[in-house]
């Protein structure tokens, strides 16, 4: 006898464990599928090299299905201030401008996954198939039938794909993506500074590509440095001292004092975009529906409000008697979230393509413009709002709304 499941989660990343929770305790029956636990955490562990800057909105969602305990009970970096500049415009995103106590919260994601992987516990309707791989998925709409690596098989009338960018339940339900690469890399580098971390974060624009900084608890931060993919692999390639020695060169002063380069890592960037999110019996949420410039520290945040958006589509329509894998029903889902998406992302890649342009008219036009940003208060804080998930179409959960 196959197990069946009114709706199946492939992927426990940090959207795929949020669509488990945002459905726990509600009547349908879900089960989340991960490949593998994340290492538990220890307070005397380094800081991971993948952090996010979680949003104020993804704070409400977690705080809203139980979760953010377990963030807060770990580890995490408010910050309150953002600084942008380049040669000359400069500007101060300030969470006091916005009556807000924090701007955001840079966080582990390992910790964001595990906090909520660990809330799924507490929910008798959810089980958590971990750790677990999918193998054959035969789609089928209303009965798709998922065949596990240990051989067993599970069905569902609903699949819900948070497998992240190369998604493999997309590719094999046949949901086709748009997508292109920036050509450019990000280098992460840790860092332990000299002196403890302030509540800011930075990002400057040089011609290269951005520089970014992000604080981390006690004397610790993450760097970001944008450059060309051959750039990058040559920084990679060299000893601590030696990339510690170029960044002291090429950083702005406001770096500080950087003691030692701990470790680094890279990602090439790469925007990504379902057509559809949805089909018959399936949908997409997180990396697997839409990939974004990381620049704006935006991925997870939309991810997030895709899986309680999602969660709220199924839970009312299972209220109202109907069938949550049906594509009327989906439909609502996509209709809510795929063009905030597409929003969020063409405001990233604006923003990336006027910053890393070196034509002097286009030069001239974004100084103007972060002057401006500097004086024009309200649109400023509009712009702040948005980047927060505080304002937008967004879904109950972010707005501290319950849904059940
Ligand atoms: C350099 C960089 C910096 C970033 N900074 C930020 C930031 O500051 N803020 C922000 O919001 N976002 C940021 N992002 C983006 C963010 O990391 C992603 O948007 C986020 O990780 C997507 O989460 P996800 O759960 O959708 O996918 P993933 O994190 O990719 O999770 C997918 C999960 O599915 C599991 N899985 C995959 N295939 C299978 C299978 N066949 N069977 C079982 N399980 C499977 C995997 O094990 C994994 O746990 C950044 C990205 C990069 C590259």
Known sequence: ?????????????????AVGCCLGGSSLRVAVIEKSMPEPFSADQPHDLRVSALSVGSRRILEMVGAWGGVAARRLCPYRRMRVWETQGDTEFNSNDIQQDELGYIVENRITQ????????????????????????NYANGNTVIELNDGKKIS?????????????VRQS??????????????LVVYIETEYGQ???????????????????????????????PDEVNRLKKLSH???????????????????????????????????NYVKPGVALVGDAAHMINPLAGQGVNIGLLDAAGLAQVLIEAEKKGQT????EVLKRYEKMRRNENLKMMTLMDIFYRVFSNRIFPVKLLRNIGLGLAERVTPAKNKVMRYAMGLEGNLPKLAKGEPIL
């Not at 906090?115 to 008798?124: G, N, S």
């Not at 800011?200 to 011609?207: A, G």
């Open 324 to 327: 949550p894998g049906s594509i």
């Open 114 to 137: 595990l906090a909520l992987l660990e809330r799924l516990d507490a929910f008798d309707n959810v089980d958590l198939l971990c750790p677990a791989v999918i193998g054959e998925i």
């Open 1 to 17: 006898m196959k197990e069946s499941y009114d709706v199946i989660v492939v992927g426990g990343g940090m959207v795929g464990a």
């Open 173 to 186: 339900v046949g949901l086709g993506v748009t997508s292109w690469d920036y050509r450019q890399n990000a």
């Open 198 to 228: 302030q509540d800011i974060t930075w990002q400057r624009f040089v011609p290269s590509g951005p520089q970014a900084f992000l604080p981390l608890t006690g004397n610790f931060g993450s760097i970001v440095w944008y450059n060309s």
């Open 241 to 275: 001292s030696a990339l510690l020695n170029e960044m002291t060169q090429v950083f702005p002063d406001c770096l500080g004092s950087v003691k030692r380069v701990i470790s680094t890592a890279s990602f090439p960037l790469k925007r990504q975009h379902a057509q």
């Open 156 to 168: 569902t009338g609903l699949l819900v794909a948070a497998d992240g960018g190369h998604s493999k």
